[in-house]
């Protein structure tokens, strides 16, 4: 199949102090420097503007409403899960990687064989993760066996109120399978939301952290000013493959690709 020759050679999943404490490292996705990108596109040169911090945050508290029964992820989540459909919840970031924005995130997920509903809005806060559960997470409609969650981007400067709704979702979601993303930081609040994402694989084992924060610090040419989500076509394509890095092959891949999705209003005020 592509995607395994792909994930061969391209994709590498490593496991952070898995030697001193295995019980308590969160996963990590990691993709070398030196990756070819195919026909991906080159980045604009475009760097994003700096803004100012503007929000004060308390030291962040442990909120964990349950710790599910399940084992530390330490391979690629196709490794561990039955099926292959995936739910990603998102922003503005998550939209600019959908369909409708012309993102590399459906294709990347159909070579690897995954069927994905993205569930993302334009300006949505942490709360729209409640609001998709609800929704999508339903009795009466196939399962879904990885959810990922990238919220945030959008913050209405009360980080106690993040951690506790952030921490309720994956709760609600446990013992599944989870990617989890940081946020790029641009010099305001992301990196004390990041301090709270970052703690969360450590409460929650079946949580696989994607550092896209990191990444991006590393690869600055993946963000342009010029686009509301801040992420070049470069970028896109980038969280793309990030994504797929760490879902790796799932066991089947009936109806791979993105089915048409129930969250599409990008109305809301981006702030």
Same mark, same amino acid.
């Given at each position: 199949?592509?995607?395994?020759?792909?994930?061969?050679?391209?994709?590498?999943?490593? #496991?952070?102090?898995?030697?001193?404490?295995?019980?308590?490292?969160?996963?990590?996705?990691?993709?070398?420097? #030196?990756?070819?990108?195919? !026909?991906?596109?080159?980045?604009?040169?475009?760097?994003?503007?700096?803004?100012?911090?503007?929000?004060? $945050?308390?030291?962040?508290?442990?909120?964990?409403?349950?710790?599910?029964?399940?084992?530390?992820?330490?391979?690629?989540?196709?490794?561990?899960?039955?099926?292959?459909? %995936?739910? /990603?919840?998102?922003?503005?970031?998550?939209?600019?990687?959908?369909?409708?924005?012309?993102?590399?995130?459906?294709?990347?997920?159909?070579?690897?064989?995954?069927?994905?509903?993205?569930?993302?809005? %334009?300006?949505?806060?942490?709360? $729209?993760?409640? #609001?998709?559960?609800?929704?999508? %997470? %339903?009795?009466?409609?196939?399962?879904?066996?990885?959810?990922?969650?990238?919220?945030?981007?959008?913050?209405?400067?009360?980080? !106690?109120?993040?951690?506790?709704?952030?921490?309720?979702?994956? !709760?609600?979601?446990?013992?599944?399978?989870?990617?989890?993303?940081?946020?790029?930081?641009?010099?305001?609040?992301?990196?004390?939301?990041?301090?709270?994402?970052?703690?969360?694989?450590?409460?929650?084992?079946?949580?696989?952290?994607?550092?896209? !924060?990191?990444?991006?610090?590393?690869?600055?040419?993946?963000?342009?000013?010029?686009?509301?989500?801040?992420?070049?076509?470069?970028?896109?394509?980038? /969280?793309?493959?990030?994504t797929v890095a760490a879902l790796g092959e799932p066991p089947v891949v009936d109806g791979a690709g993105c089915v048409p999705p129930v969250f599409v209003d990008d109305s809301a005020i981006v702030l």
């Amino acid at each position: 199949m592509v995607g395994a020759t792909l994930l061969a050679g391209l994709l590498v999943v490593t #496991t952070s102090c898995a030697d001193d404490q295995p019980e308590a490292a969160a996963v990590i996705v990691d993709v070398p420097e #030196t990756v070819e990108l195919g !026909a991906f596109p080159e980045p604009p040169t475009d760097e994003p503007e700096s803004l100012v911090p503007t929000t004060t $945050f308390p030291a962040s508290t442990s909120t964990s409403t349950s710790v599910p029964a399940a084992e530390r992820i330490t391979a690629p989540v196709g490794d561990t899960v039955g099926g292959n459909r %995936v739910l /990603l919840i998102g922003d503005t970031v998550i939209v600019a990687t959908a369909p409708r924005s012309d993102g590399a995130m459906c294709d990347a997920l159909e070579a690897f064989g995954w069927q994905a509903e993205i569930a993302a809005e %334009v300006g949505r806060f942490v709360e $729209f993760g409640g #609001t998709v559960v609800e929704a999508r %997470v %339903v009795p009466d409609e196939p399962d879904w066996d990885v959810v990922g969650i990238m919220l945030g981007n959008h913050f209405d400067g009360d980080a !106690a109120k993040y951690e506790v709704e952030l921490d309720a979702l994956v !709760a609600s979601l446990s013992p599944r399978p989870m990617l989890l993303y940081t946020l790029v930081e641009d010099g305001t609040y992301q990196a004390a939301l990041n301090v709270i994402i970052r703690e969360v694989p450590e409460r929650y084992p079946n949580v696989v952290l994607v550092d896209w !924060a990191e990444i991006v610090a590393e690869e600055p040419d993946v963000l342009t000013a010029d686009t509301p989500s801040g992420l070049s076509e470069e970028g896109r394509s980038r /969280l793309a493959l990030f994504t797929v890095a760490a879902l790796g092959e799932p066991p089947v891949v009936d109806g791979a690709g993105c089915v048409p999705p129930v969250f599409v209003d990008d109305s809301a005020i981006v702030l």
